[in-house]
Every structure is written in C-alpha cells, then in structure tokens.
C-alpha cells in the first residue's frame, strides 16, 4: 500500500489505511474473518519484518507497517462494524501504540527481528481490544 514511506507518521498512515479493510472484512465475514485475517497478518508480517529487518540489518524500521495493521485490525474485531466504534478503536490504538503499557514496552525494548516488530503492537493492540470490549458491554447494560 505504501503508507509506511509516507514522510510523516508512517504508523499512523498505515493504521488508517488498515481501517477501510477491517471494515470491508467485517461485513463480509464478520469478526471471524476479520480475526482469521489479522492471524494471517500477524504471521506473515512476522516473516515479512523478520526477511527486511535481516537484509537492513535496522530493527523496527518505520516503513513497516504491517505491524500496525494487523494490531488495528486486532482492535477493531472488538467493536462493531461502525463509524463511532471505528474511529474510537483507531484512536485507541495509536495511543496505546505509540504508549506502549507494559509488556509492549518490553517487547519493543527486547526482542529483535520481526518477532520485536510484530509483538509490541499486538501486546498494544490487546490493550485496546480488551478496553474497548468492556466499553461496549458497560454502554450495552440497562
């Protein structure tokens, strides 16, 4: 897609253009499918990131962004196929991203390779599922 080589902000570029695809896959297969395409993204931006980081030899470069993807994507199976949910789970992520709580932190202080790019924004990426998960079912309740 190219998000990563934008100039500025190449996370935030490549979270929100992982946003209209989560979308797309949600209505066509639901959260199964968006779950089962962020697995697929997960591990083969695991073997993307760990081929570029090798012939780099630069751990985490920011025009990678298949890490944020497949983190966006992970909050988004959390909420439902909408503008608000969306726009609430795409900002969460970023800021759970660029803050990464514990063990995100340490993930991206630790481990090297494409593991180190992929984990950090997973861990963050779980954050944000698991607080928006609740949100919903706190506003669902009479």
Do not use: H, N
Not at 30 to 36: D, F, V
Not at 41 to 69: K, N
Not at 86 to 105: E, H, Q
């Amino acid at each position: 897609m190219g998000a990563g080589l934008l100039p500025r902000a190449p996370g935030t570029w490549g979270s929100a253009a992982a946003v209209p695809f989560a979308w797309g896959l949600a209505l066509w297969g639901g959260t199964t499918a968006l779950l089962a395409a962020t697995a697929v993204c997960t591990l083969g931006g695991w073997w993307a990131a760990s081929v570029y980081v090798r012939r780099t030899g630069r751990d985490d470069p920011q025009e990678v962004v298949i890490d944020e993807v497949a983190g966006q994507w992970l909050v988004l199976a959390a909420v439902p196929a909408e503008p608000l949910p969306y726009l609430a789970g795409f900002l969460l992520f970023r800021l759970l991203d660029i803050w990464k709580p514990w063990p995100a932190s340490w993930a991206d202080r630790t481990l090297g390779g494409g593991l180190g790019v992929m984990a950090d924004d997973i861990l963050a990426a779980l954050y944000g599922a698991l607080i928006l998960a609740v949100a919903s079912l706190w506003w669902s309740l009479p």
